[in-house]
């Protein structure tokens, strides 16, 4: 799709209803330049009241920058945002808070303060407000916050301190805050991308909830389902410019055309046997009451480990990789024992793990591109302990160049890019070498639908010479790229298959089942249908 | 594909972020290097003597010592950390090495090797208390501080180590060997010993940091220790091996000032905590580093030197200098949060 005039048009045809009366919240022409870079490039669309909007785009075109923009964060290079017809100059977050517009960022930790509890966090704003109360104990906060929590019908420990809850929980402190100061607009930015299917569905109850009270939405996600059940309309983005505008019901495939700006394809992988075996567990156990769990991994095959969040999937695979020490069990790498005492001698065994969290594991913030690329590879791309700067880079701008990381050029600094660009990098920089087994931990979070389908390209195409281990909770994801599927559910495996005999509905009935139900049965184990 | 861009931008744009981003930029990387450039220039001119080799040297060897400890600090911030026990750990070696040639008699290289060794082992009780013992950073040199100083004090009885000093009711024969005698006075090619050994270990130090595996993963510990980890970079053990670095330097540091008076003082090291500590901060400033950096640190004692010794020469009264030294510390630290914040 490269026909400008479509586009042209399309601005055009948006200009109108932009400055219409019964529209909440506009942006007119809304252009954003970070030094050279022009993140948006003349925006305008507007949302109504109580009107969901879905705000699409492949990672780095602009989504995350625009809803800056309106909430205060950044001030945009020119344009206006008229919010109930008047004009309106955010320039900081509070700015747009009390305009009605409440965020929740896609990094979810911005939208905490650790070390604080739950209900502190809660009452942040109170603190923090000027000529607010001067004396504010504990006993007032958490009287405070239970009305809070009350009122919007939730039940999150209010005495816990934030930093030791999971990601979700963290996430419902995030939007709680924004909800209990009565917005009129709520900005979602990739909320479920750090949901499992449970909790997201939990999330989706929530914003039915928060439609029935009128509350106008702005949801950005990657994912077209859920665009397609929660939005009345969707708006598409590439390269800073609005390209299409759909209404419900959704044409999913347009979408994504629209998106990615050239037809896709449906990508049928056939399901592989594998090689031989070059990893062997038995007697794990994943969480501490469980009963051991025993399972391999082949050389040709990409094994997906799926289940639900509090299944035991990452504390399994930290114990393979070294960030746990495993207290029972054996471990086979190669035909060789395998116990790693830390993340060091996992990787020397060959053995590495593509953390979760991005943010926290990842990332060195204030470093740039190429030093990310080979930082895990430091005795790779030094001589007698002296770095190859010049390897590096090239290093990196091929990294840059095999997984489309839009960004210009080795030299940016992380921080500048998208946040599923940054996942790009971070996944690819791995596969330049050849390890024993390669182990993901939910690598497909906020990556747009065309990076999702080459990283998982890739993953195939490098399983044929290491074997690769991929954890997701997202069924859809896990049948993409998995051969082999292993489901587990309350640290126990309850269900293996390759994945043609699988779909995403079957998956997720399977990883919902409570344990109330009975334990299966050696036959279920292995012939589901 | 993804296209990037598929609009040039227009001539206008571009020249007008760029004028503005360029002054910018000239003056986040440039703006501290320029303003010493400055400032030795207005000296050479205003008074001739300012510019000659002599007074160059009077003021490379004022800043060798805290050249030295701030790359001794340096290297202890790349890794996230803080070494607030420099000081003492100079204040130790200078009365170990002093007191080994006074009272024990050793030689020259053994009392060397004793300062040096007091040096480290302060680095290696730092690295017990924060890495096995867990206590923030801060607290930790802090506490080892007032222990240091505690214990050098008592070895001493209180008081200070020069020739002929009587300890426990005894009067002592040693005296200061000729390699100390050297470090305080001699010189290669006319370039005084304290400015050739901080030259040296400025160089190490800033291979070390920017050149060499080991100062990728000082950065990276710094940076994100949990993502280090998962990198496969042991914290832990490169944490130690910079407190032990950062002990070391102090060390040496302390051996160049024992040598330049030739006595051991009780506590003199102490106000090179904050001298050292003030050096790497305006290093921060230098070529827009934003973060501990060798070359930065070596410009951050320089600079404080030229100042110091420029001002003298114009009568500027002594008690002042603290507050230009302040006035320095702010404009570097401007440039580097304000300035880099501001920046795109
Ligand atoms: N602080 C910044 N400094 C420089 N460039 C930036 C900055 N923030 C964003 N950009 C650039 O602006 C563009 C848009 O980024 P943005 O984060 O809005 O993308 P996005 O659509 O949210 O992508 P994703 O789906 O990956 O989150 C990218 O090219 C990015 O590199
Ligand atoms: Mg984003």
Redesign the interface.
Known sequence: MRSTDNEENLGVQAAPSVLGVSSLVSFDRITKNFGATEALRGVSFSVAAGETVGLLGANGAGKSTLIKILAGIHQPTSGRIVVTGKERVFFHPDDARNAGIATVHQNIDDGVVFGMTVAENLMLDEIAKPGGTVFLGNRAIMRRAHVVQQRLELDLPLTAVVEDLPPSRRQEVAIARELAKNPKLLILDEPTSTLSEREAEKLFDAIADFKRRGIAILYISHRLSEIERLCDRAVVLRDGKIVSEHTAPMDTKAIASSILGELVLATENKTRKGYETVATFSGLTALPESSPISFNVRRGEVLGLTGLIGAGKTELLEQICGHRTATVGDMQLAGADYAPKDIAAAMAAGVVLVPEQRALQSIFPDENLWKHCSISLLSQFSNNGFMRRRREIAFAADVIQNFRVVCSGPDDRIGELSGGNQQKLLVGRWLSRDWKLLVLDEPFRGIDIGARSLISRSLREYSEKVPVLLCSSDPEEVIEVADRIIIMLEGEIVHEDISSNLNAEKLAAIMGRSSSLAKPQKGELLGYD | ???????P?SKE??NR?NSV?IIKHFVYRYGLLAVLVGMIVYFSIAQPFFGTFINSMFILQAASVVAVVGLGCTVSMTVGGFDLSVGAAMSLSIMAAAGAMVIGNFGGFSAILIGMLAGVAVGLLNSFLIVYARIPDLVATLSSLFLINGLTLMGVGGQSVAKGMTFNGERTTGEFAPIFKWLGSGSVISIPASVVVAGSVFILVHVLLN???????F??VG??P?????????VARYRIIAYLISGGLASVAGLMLAARSNRGDVNVGDPFLLQAVSAALVGYAVLGA??PNAFGTLVGAIFVAVLINGLTMFNFPYYAQSFVQGCLLVVALLMSYTLAQS??
């Open positions: 594909m993804i296209e990037k861009t598929d609009q931008l744009t571009t972020l981003g050149y060499t595996r080991w100062g990728r993963a950065y990276a940076g994100n949990i993502a280090a980890a998962a990198a496969g970079i042991r934003n973060k920046r795109g």
